[in-house]
């Protein structure tokens, strides 16, 4: 049973994880189509998840450029949401969403290093397999981007913890319950609705960011539950964040609004 005591706050933190999530996986796609039309590949169209470009007049150069574009604005959200999150002092939704978008932000780079040895259609895949890099140096890439990834996570999962009241946190019980409903369930719920949101998909390997990718923020959920952190940015009242919020929900509502227009394709003339 989902504690009721914190089901305001499980709704919230899924339509924040799907909001980011959903939002990450659109500026990701921007950055192949912007490039695309930057580098006058042709019949350019965005979709909710993918971009088509026809680019046999570009170079191969030119090609690798568009495929690396779409990872490398996921990089520069990570960071730049990341260092957001270190410099702020409340633990606010807004806060709780700016966190998810650089975790999800990293997941897109990082992520797509980890499966470059076994989709070379992907973004990485394809630029190692386009400059001919030996399979054991995409396997390093790929080894190195999970230990990265991994790190980032255990980094990132302390601002997690900091969203409870140092009460919450310093009892363990307590603390379970919370961090269950702050992460696993929305996890879980999120992960439900953004592969919804997916479909349809031009490859199967589409639905490998939606179903699996989530779950590296599990890769450092002992911390979550056990390490122990210093109280100094923690919130002291949880009413602001296990309230119902609708300003968040219109914006779930029109994310989902969006992410339906999508389907048929934008193109830009």
Not at 112 to 139: K, N, R, S
Not at 208 to 224: N, Q, R
Request: net charge neutral.
């Amino acid at each position: 049973m989902f504690p009721k005591e914190y089901k305001n706050l499980i709704m919230n933190s899924t339509i924040l994880f799907v909001v980011a999530s959903t939002l990450e996986t659109t500026l990701h796609e921007l950055g192949h189509f912007i490039a695309s039309i930057l580098l006058h590949a042709k019949d350019v169209f965005l979709y909710h998840n993918y971009v088509s470009s026809n680019t046999e007049n570009l170079s191969l150069t030119n090609t690798l450029i568009i495929k690396g574009a779409g990872p490398l604005v996921s990089l520069l959200i990570g960071i730049l949401f990341h260092f957001n999150c270190s410099h702020r002092t409340d633990r606010t939704l807004s806060f709780l969403f700016t966190l998810y978008l650089s975790a999800f932000s990293y997941i897109g780079f990082f992520g797509y290093l980890m499966i470059a040895p076994f989709f070379t259609y992907g973004d990485t895949g394809y630029i190692c397999m386009a400059l001919e890099f030996p399979l054991w140096l995409t396997i390093s890439i790929a080894f190195s981007g999970a230990i990265i990834l991994y790190l980032i996570m255990r980094n990132l999962m302390k601002y997690f913890v900091e969203i409870g009241t140092p009460e919450i946190i310093s009892n363990k019980p307590l603390r379970s319950v919370f961090i269950h409903s702050l992460i696993f369930y929305p996890l879980v719920f999120g992960i439900c609705i953004t592969t919804l949101l997916n479909l349809p998909v031009p490859t199967f390997a589409s639905l490998i960011a939606p179903l699996f990718s989530p779950f590296a923020l599990l890769w450092a959920y002992g911390d979550a539950l056990r390490k122990e952190y210093p109280a100094t940015y923690m919130n002291q009242d949880l009413q602001f964040i296990n309230t119902k919020n609708y300003k968040w929900q219109l914006l779930f509502v029109l994310t989902v609004f969006i992410n339906r227009l999508l389907i048929e394709g934008f193109s830009f003339h």
